[in-house]
């Protein structure tokens, strides 16, 4: 059974730092690429990163890439997402999203690179993240 779940979430101040972690249950890792994405109150869902275990090539949201640092430990099936320097809005529901495939789903709009959620095939069921001023 395939499973995602994501676990770190919570309260931090902004200017912080929280780790997110997504431990990926009955998936061989050399076959996926995993991303995270997050949906903040209101609005819709938000690629932040992506990352193939089988080499550690990764993919970021432009505008996201400074601060948000996605990494792996195979040996634990887990896929992490570091929040630096967080700001009031990062607030969001994070998940971990997985695709069956050797490419993170994107596109590049105007010059920045865009997750695409919608090619992702399996969901976490989300972990809140929220970032007090």
């Known amino acids: 059974q395939l499973q995602l779940l994501e676990s770190g979430g919570g309260l931090v101040q902004s200017g912080g730092s929280l780790r997110l972690s997504c431990v990926a249950s009955g998936f061989a890792l050399d076959q996926y690429v995993f991303g995270w994405f997050r949906q903040a109150p209101g609005q819709g869902r938000e690629g932040v990163s992506c990352?193939?275990?089988?080499?550690?090539?990764?993919y970021y949201e432009t505008s996201l890439k400074d601060r948000f640092t996605i990494s792996n430990d195979n040996a634990k099936k887990t896929i992490y997402l570091d929040i630096n320097n967080a700001k009031p809005e990062d607030t969001a529901t994070y998940f971990c999203a997985a695709l069956r495939d050797t490419t993170c789903p994107s596109t590049v709009v105007n010059g920045r690179i865009v997750l695409n959620d919608r090619e992702m095939e399996n969901w976490g069921e989300g972990t809140l993240v929220t970032v007090s001023a």
């Open positions: 990352l193939r275990p089988s080499d550690g090539r990764t």
